[in-house]
């Protein structure tokens, strides 16, 4: 089955914890995206990564790291998390080109107290 | 930046009803595309309509695009209790990045 998915799904955490939301796609997708999501606010995108070791900046990207050392793997990493980095999280990826869907994973709920 | 805006924020109808939702977005396109979120779950894919098509229908779901307008409308007929949900459009501001509005939350009652 075609999916993206991400681990964890739930995660509280206290401030100034370093952690890591892992994510993989069994698609073969070129690029990978993260995105938080934030009441009122959409999606925002934090970091994309267009192919293995090819990553940029995307809207929202401070406070967060990623790297893309393999195709199928995209993990979003958060050096000092702060409580303004609660939010719903998602990953996602997709075929080049602008005529094709996204996928999403099904998101990581990160509370930092 | 937030590309496309979707309006009402919110819209709430009776099972059978249809529903409509509008999105308007900034600058020229590729494609518009339109996603659905069931309660904090991710986002699925739900329609695709290209610069150069006018309207597009998949199963109840009938999407316009105005491009003279940059707007584009999702409707979907015969709303049902599982059509419960918030929807997405999403452009294509680059190759690289889809941008989404805020979302329109439907609830279709019983």
């Known amino acids: 089955e075609a999916q993206v998915t991400q681990n964890p799904r739930y995660l509280i955490t206290v401030t100034g914890k370093k952690l890591t939301v892992t994510c993989s796609q069994n698609m073969n997708h070129e690029y990978m995206s993260w995105y938080r999501q934030d009441p009122g606010l959409g999606l925002r995108q934090i970091y994309y990564s267009m192919n293995v070791e090819v990553t940029d900046k995307g809207d929202v990207p401070e406070g967060y790291k990623v790297s893309r050392k393999e195709k199928r793997n995209f993990p979003l990493i958060l050096e000092s998390p702060s409580p303004n980095q609660t939010s719903l999280y998602f990953c996602?990826?997709?075929?080049?080109?602008?005529?094709?869907?996204?996928?999403f994973g099904p998101g990581t709920r990160l509370t930092v107290t | 930046s937030q590309q496309g805006e979707e309006d009402p924020q919110a819209l709430s109808i009776q099972e059978g009803e249809n529903a409509t939702m509008n999105c308007s977005y900034k600058?020229?396109?590729?494609?518009l595309q339109w996603y659905r979120q069931n309660s904090g779950r991710g986002l699925v894919h739900l329609i695709l309509?290209?610069?150069?098509?006018r309207e597009k229908h998949s199963g109840r779901l009938r999407v316009t695009l105005d491009t003279s307008k940059k707007s584009s409308s999702l409707l979907i007929t015969a709303s049902r209790a599982a059509d419960t949900a918030s929807y997405f459009c999403?452009?294509?501001?680059?190759?690289?990045?889809?941008?989404f509005g805020a979302g329109t939350t439907v609830t279709v009652r019983a």
């Open positions: 999403a452009t294509d501001e680059y190759d690289y990045k889809l941008s």
């Open positions: 600058t020229s396109i590729n494609n």
């Open positions: 309509i290209r610069s150069n098509e």
């Open positions: 996602a990826s997709r075929t080049p080109g602008t005529n094709y869907e996204q996928y």
